[in-house]
């Protein structure tokens, strides 16, 4: 008896390496990612097969998000011509445009104006005063949303806009839920007439397999009219002028204009998933900005596990592929894939001038050591890597050729690209483009260049180390 069960165990484990191997090989178009897993589900059966299971299969199924555009132009009618922009906007950048297009079909939407904060002590008093004066709607998605001395002010002036006869909803992340105690949820609660949602609650028994998807946007809408746009958490890391334990830098963006419906739609389709229901988010009025201000032309990129899958990647390579001149990338955490790593390198081969600007010490355990692991073959190739000196920097911005710009949740690991959902922003402006290169600056004047000679001689425990590290990529 107690030979068969072994032998009927056996023959269980046997079936189910094979079904979880066919699988993996139908369903994970990342060749080495599919020889990982199928490699652990054969080395660890059991083990293997249920981490599989509940980390590596993508059981998000969302339709793709109702794209009302008319016509095959890729403006919007409203603010400047397309022979307008023309004229500002070199033609290696056109190519960039037309293919943002294709992989994601949503107009570019003219007569924005896009207005960049500079950490919480700047845009938090901003977010809060909008708030505090809605009269008709307050729409908040975030990550992190601390119950902290940052929290409470998003708290006072959701209740100040509810007391004004606005319908607030707040969307939170359920694992970003966790980074506080008690949580933000608790705080809302207490408030009549707040709406507040969980994407995919972490504690659920249910949403367990999701655990290792998880909603990144930033997205703050309030009354249809003003937007806060980016990668800013709400935390009290960010209010620098409080002397927080953990401070952290970070750049949002403050827009009004027609974009902002975009951005409702993005933020609509999050609330439905979440479970909530269906709503008519408020309107943008496209023709409410003075003519000097509306200058940019803007659209929103939407990138998640789902029916989006991929895009911002697509429009990183894509924007390598196109650059001519400059390159500026800040992010925080840098651990992409080879086909990114290869974009950077042959721009910069092309004679491209490249920079990458990384914090001296990152807040997660180990991913210093598995973005070092990459440096040695962009350092090789011409591509100029720097490490901010403390605070933390949580900025995200990939501006290209000082026209093209970047921006919103997304940082450069394949977390953001293949697992997370995410939302950027992409602007066409030479003035906001220079605004945004002077934040860059000012961040590499309190950086330090990295020498390409550095990682040449590293010790063999060090280079071990970095590419044992650098193995974790997707799980960060």
């Known amino acids: 008896m107690h030979i068969f069960s072994l032998t009927l165990a056996g023959v269980f484990l046997l079936i189910?390496?094979?079904?979880?191997?066919?699988?993996?090989?139908?369903?994970?178009?990342?060749v080495p990612s599919a020889i990982g897993w199928i490699?652990?589900?054969?080395?660890?059966?059991?083990?293997?097969?249920?981490?599989?299971?509940?980390?590596?299969?993508?059981?998000?199924?969302?339709?793709?998000?109702?794209?009302?555009?008319?016509?095959?132009n890729i403006f919007t009618a409203t603010g400047k011509t397309a022979e307008e922009i023309e004229k500002e906007i070199p033609p290696s950048l056109w190519q960039l445009l037309r293919l943002g297009y294709k992989a994601h079909p949503q107009h570019l939407a003219l007569g924005n104006s896009v207005r960049p904060l500079i950490n919480g002590d700047e845009a938090y008093p901003r977010m809060c005063a909008a708030i505090a004066a809605a009269k008709k709607e307050v729409l908040i998605s975030s990550y992190i949303f601390n119950n902290d001395e940052a929290g409470q002010m998003f708290v006072n002036a959701v209740?100040?806009?509810?007391?004004?006869?606005?319908?607030?909803?707040?969307?939170?992340?359920?694992?970003?839920?966790?980074?506080?105690?008690?949580?933000?949820?608790?705080?809302?609660?207490?408030?009549?007439?707040?709406?507040?949602?969980?994407?995919?609650?972490?504690?659920?028994?249910?949403?367990?397999?999701?655990?290792?998807?998880?909603?990144?946007?930033?997205?703050?809408?309030?009354?249809?009219?003003?937007?806060?746009?980016?990668?800013?958490?709400?935390?009290r890391g960010n209010l620098l002028a409080s002397r927080p334990k953990d401070p952290i830098q970070d750049v949002t963006f403050e827009v009004r204009g027609p974009v902002l419906s975009q951005m409702s739609r993005i933020f609509e389709e999050d609330w439905?998933?979440?479970?909530?229901?269906?709503?008519?988010?408020?309107?943008a009025r496209t023709n409410s900005l003075p003519l000097q201000e509306a200058t940019v032309p803007a659209r929103i990129i939407p990138d998640g596990p789902d029916s989006d899958y991929g895009k911002i990647e697509r429009l990183c390579l894509g924007a390598l592929a196109c650059a001519q001149r400059t390159v500026r990338i800040v992010t925080p955490?840098?651990?992409?894939?080879?086909?990114?790593?290869?974009?950077?390198?042959?721009?910069?081969?092309?004679?491209?001038?490249?920079?990458?600007?990384?914090?001296?010490?990152?807040?997660?355990?180990?991913?210093?050591?598995?973005?070092?692991?990459?440096?040695?073959?962009?350092?090789?190739?011409?591509?100029?890597?720097?490490?901010?000196?403390?605070?933390?920097?949580?900025?995200?911005?990939?501006?290209?050729?000082?026209?093209?710009?970047?921006?919103?949740?997304?940082n450069w690991d394949v977390r953001s690209f293949k697992l997370n959902f995410e939302s950027n922003m992409e602007c066409f402006d030479q003035e906001l483009a220079r605004k945004v290169q002077d934040i860059i600056e000012e961040k590499k004047r309190h950086a330090v260049a990295i020498p390409a000679h550095l990682f040449d001689a590293l010790p063999l425990w060090r280079q071990l180390r970095n590419r044992a590290f650098r193995l974790l990529t997707p799980y960060y």
């Open 16 to 30: 189910l390496q094979i079904t979880v191997s066919a699988h993996i090989l139908l369903h994970k178009e990342d």
């Open 333 to 410: 955490y840098f651990l992409p894939g080879d086909d990114i790593l290869t974009a950077l390198e042959t721009a910069a081969m092309r004679g491209v001038d490249v920079e990458i600007i990384l914090p001296q010490k990152s807040n997660i355990f180990g991913m210093d050591w598995a973005m070092e692991a990459n440096f040695k073959r962009l350092l090789s190739k011409g591509v100029k890597i720097y490490r901010a000196k403390p605070p933390f920097d949580h900025s995200k911005l990939f501006l290209v050729d000082g026209v093209w710009l970047f921006a919103g949740s997304a």
């Open 272 to 283: 439905i998933f979440s479970g909530r229901k269906p709503f008519l988010p408020a309107q």
């Open 39 to 72: 490699g652990l589900v054969w080395l660890a059966p059991l083990l293997g097969s249920v981490a599989y299971v509940l980390l590596g299969i993508n059981r998000v199924r969302r339709k793709a998000l109702r794209l009302h555009n008319r016509g095959a």
């Open 159 to 235: 209740k100040q806009a509810v007391q004004n006869g606005a319908k607030a909803r707040i969307l939170v992340d359920g694992v970003g839920l966790n980074y506080s105690r008690p949580d933000i949820a608790r705080a809302f609660k207490e408030v009549a007439g707040v709406e507040f949602s969980v994407f995919l609650p972490s504690k659920s028994p249910v949403n367990l397999r999701f655990l290792n998807l998880r909603n990144h946007r930033k997205i703050m809408i309030i009354d249809g009219e003003t937007a806060f746009f980016g990668g800013m958490n709400i935390a």
